[in-house]
């Protein structure tokens, strides 16, 4: 396909809501790349250099398994394996669930298709660390908020959620995509949620012009 006949991802995302479908514009977005990863705009084909920040610096080994969540090309999954750490990663998008395959033939890493809000109970309740890096700013705010509740009902207790996202003022409205985060919505997840906050940063991510992200870690207590 010619570069002059595909859409940016905001003009898919924006016709896909039109519809009435929110999430519906990933896969079409990694069909329409045709194995070329420049076309999808959150693959760096290397992984976060905050999720590294925080890996090196500040986070422990977990005492269960990982889960990498809206795994895009599996960059993010495949350091957490190089760690040591079993590793499952999943994507809304079978199309980029099976370039990871392409990307990674030989990778220990559990890559599936699946949808975050309709997660099978195997997964439930499972993992000690939980990576979400761009997901939760990919949708607006009404799905987002129904996110959060599968986010941490992953985590088994002692477990941790790492959350990476853009930085949105209260009250400031945003003609997304990326729809950014404000404070009171990740605050959901220790007041709605049973979470309790580790870790709550904002830092540059280094891209070229450079944004500011929230970079942070919530911990479900002990049993």
Known sequence: MDGKDRRSSQELAREFMARGDSQGWFEELYRQAEGDPSFVPWADLQPSPLLLQLLDAHLPKPDGPAVVVG?????????????????????????????????????????RAADLLHLPAEMHGRFGLVVEINTLQAVPDALR???????????????????????????????????????????????????????????????????????????????
């Open 71 to 111: 795994c895009g090309l599996g960059d993010d999954a495949e350091e957490l394996a190089r760690r040591g750490l079993s590793v499952t990663a999943f994507d809304l998008s079978e199309t980029a669930i099976n370039w990871c395959h392409e990307r990674w033939p030989d990778s220990p890493v559990d890559y």
């Open 145 to 223: 908020l129904r996110m959060f509740a599968p986010l941490a009902g992953m985590l088994a207790p002692g477990g941790r959620l790492v959350v990476i996202c853009r930085v949105r003022e209260e009250g400031e409205r945003i003609e997304g995509p990326p729809w950014a985060l404000c404070r009171s919505e990740l605050d959901m997840l220790t007041a709605d949620h049973g979470l309790e906050n580790e870790r709550f940063e904002l830092l540059s991510d280094g891209e070229d012009p450079p944004r500011v992200r929230y970079v942070t870690v919530f911990r479900r207590p002990p049993a």
